[in-house]
């Protein structure tokens, strides 16, 4: 089994250094949208802000919370939650994620800045003296992030008109692991969730350097998935999460696209391109489903 895996990890690989070569370069395609900027003001209509939920003022934990063009007090929209990617990171492509809430863009790609709510949530670090702040590579202190989580859903569902039964977790990279190490750790948070948006990596794929990254583990929290739709992309090609999932023995409605540029990086959402076409088709497919939250 061990040397199963190591050839298919060696093809993929190869096959990732390939594909950089081979496939252009999304940084030279045009952006049609651009993400508006995080201030600190007050929420309204296509502002984003830098927000604390009640309970953390004194600290320097934050978010981003966007409200669409089209939002008015008395409407229900559903809502976005997105995770970052992992912060410190560049490659030859020229692709960088600082790992920040204001480094998110899926969601906007997704809305195109209407009809949903868009909260982008921080992974938070407990320090020794008992700070707190946002933390920019991995998960900081999980159980932390979930609490910060779970009481930012629905604060942000109650003050803004969120509908917390179309409620999507979206990330990229360190934030589409999130989607299930953090979103499926429990029973407790597993059943927030409509539906699940993860690009580039998947939890259980590959073993990462912290506790509870091994397949076996990533299954137990997958099995929490009660049959909710998944979107699952990566940069080049899916084969390597697709064949996980499929071992792992968990049915559910998953929708496989493999994204026709190297780069790893989530800014293909804010091109003009078809597989964003396509991510927008299965969110009102998504939205117009009956969920399947047990």
């Known amino acids: 089994m061990r040397a199963w895996r190591f050839v298919v990890w060696m093809m993929c690989w190869m096959a990732g250094h390939a594909l950089s070569d081979e496939l252009p370069n999304l940084n030279a395609l045009v952006a049609d949208l651009a993400v508006p900027e995080m201030v600190r003001s007050e929420a309204a209509p296509g502002r984003r802000v830098e927000a604390v939920t009640t309970g953390w003022e004194k600290t320097r934990v934050h978010h981003a919370l966007y409200l669409p063009r089209d939002w008015r007090p008395e409407a229900r929209l559903p809502v976005l939650v997105e995770f970052a990617g992992n912060g410190g990171y560049r490659n ?43 933390c920019a590579k991995w998960w900081g202190d999980v159980a932390e992030t979930k609490r910060y989580c779970m009481a930012t859903v629905a604060d942000v569902c109650a003050r803004y008109g969120g509908d917390a039964s179309r409620v999507v977790l979206c990330g990229f990279s360190r934030g589409a692991i999130a989607c ?115």
């Open 92 to 134: 030859k492509l020229g692709d960088v994620s600082e790992g920040t809430v204001d480094g998110c863009v899926l969601g906007y790609g997704l809305s195109g800045g209407e009809g949903f709510l868009w909260v982008c949530l921080p992974f938070v670090e407990v320090g020794a003296d008992g700070t707190k702040e946002n």
């Open 180 to 294: 299930n190490y953090i979103g499926l750790h429990d029973d407790e948070i597993a059943g927030l969730w409509r539906a699940f948006f993860c690009h580039s990596h998947y939890d259980g794929v590959r073993a990462w350097p912290y506790a509870d990254s091994d397949g076996a583990s990533a299954i137990k929290r997958l099995s929490r998935l009660g049959g909710r739709e998944v979107w699952v992309s990566h940069e080049g090609a899916v084969l390597e999460t697709r064949g996980f999932i499929e071992r792992s023995g968990v049915q559910a409605p998953f929708t496989f696209v493999p994204i026709p540029y190297p780069n790893h990086t989530a800014l293909w959402m804010l091109r003009d391109i078809a597989e964003r076409r396509q991510a927008r088709d299965w969110l009102a497919h998504v939205m117009g489903a009956r969920a399947r939250v047990r």
